[in-house]
């Protein structure tokens, strides 16, 4: 299966871009930390749709981001920022990973 021809159907960019614009509107009101759970629940929710599209260490990277998102930003309601800090950076590390055996950095980096 050719991954690069695979895209989001309509309906699944109407919800991620009215997400994205409601979470916008709504973060002129809400507190400064809702901005970082508002982005993080978007990664969640692209990485729901895209899971079952991959194969390999980015279907499990994404299957586990999707699963695990709404539990480890659960903690940041009682207040424990430092260790969804933690999960955050270790996820960002393992999809730096998947870059890197992708050799997607060269590709970024060089344009």
């Known amino acids: 299966m ?11 960019v109407i919800e991620l871009i009215a997400y994205i614009l409601t979470s916008a509107q709504g973060l002129l009101k809400e507190p400064p ?8 629940s978007v990664a969640d929710r692209m ?3 895209w899971a079952p599209r991959c194969a390999g260490n980015l ?10 998102m709404p539990v480890e930003s659960a903690r940041t309601q009682g207040g424990d ?18 870059v890197k055996e992708r050799d997607l950095g060269g590709s970024i980096h060089d344009s």
């Open 33 to 40: 930390d809702y901005a970082v759970l508002r982005m993080v």
């Open 2 to 12: 050719n991954n690069d021809d695979i895209t989001l159907n309509e309906n699944e």
């Open 47 to 49: 990485a729901g749709m």
């Open 59 to 68: 279907a499990v990277f994404l299957d586990d981001l999707s699963n695990r």
């Open 81 to 98: 920022m430092e260790a969804f800090n933690q999960y955050l950076s270790e996820k960002i590390t393992e999809l730096a990973q998947i």
